[in-house]
């Protein structure tokens, strides 16, 4: 046991604290020496030597203010390219294919025309149209003779070249104008008679032939007379038509 020098404490021997008031107790102090052993130079191991290895060194440490600056260039970017307007372009082709149709319908139209009228002008000198009259009383008297209805009164008529369509009205019966022209036509032929109409084909002379016809409508006797070398037939609605000539 180890009494501590300075309370009294027993401590356990190798102690170096003391337990009570924790100073030294001079264990260390009073342990004995160890005894010292020479050793014989010549049996003492010879070291040996140690082997050298490569040590890469240490990185050194370079002040911020000397590295090299790393200058970093910006990159171009690549050309973008540009978009194109499509409607412009489009609205402009679609204008001008209308003016063109317009140009081309007009141009067309015009050409339609010029040759309408070339048409009319060949078929006025085939066939001639007949010009609207109004003769008078005398006038009529004088071309007809003896086929002018007495008290009858002319009316608007036509003329086509030799050909001649003389239009008379008259207060008398159909019946007493229908006696009237069979007694002046000695070479006639009678188509259609009935109550309100008759037609006579006639041939005066050897220069006058033609056809009169004769229709009673509202206590008023109409007569047409169509004479010539071809005498036009009659296209007053109710008017029956003549037999076409052989």
Known sequence: MINCPHCGKDNKDGTSFCRGCGKPTGALNQQPA??????????????????TQSVNPPPQYQNPSQQPVVQYQPVAAAPQKRKRRIWPVLLISFLLIVAAIVVVGVVLVRKAAVAAENFKEEIKKEIPI?????PTTDSVKSY????????????????????RLFRLKTSDS????????????????????????????????????????????????????AIGDAPPVPTVPGYPKPPKRR
Not at 34 to 51: F, K, Q
Not at 144 to 163: A, E, F, H, I, K
Not at 181 to 201: A, R, V, W
């Open 130 to 134: 007949p010009d609207a009259t109004t």
């Open 34 to 51: 160890a005894a010292t052993r020479m050793l014989d130079p010549g049996t003492m191991p010879v070291p040996r030597p140690a082997e």
């Open 174 to 225: 159909i019946d007493k104008v229908a006696d009237y022209y069979k007694s002046k036509l000695t070479d006639s032929t009678p188509i259609n008679k009935d109550e309100d109409s008759f037609t006579f084909l006639f041939k005066k002379d050897r220069n006058t032939q033609g056809l009169i016809t004769g229709k009673s409508e509202n206590g008023t006797t109409e007569i047409m007379l």
């Open 144 to 163: 007809l003779g003896d086929l002018y209805y007495p008290g009858s009164v002319p009316q608007s008529g036509l003329s086509q070249g030799d050909n």
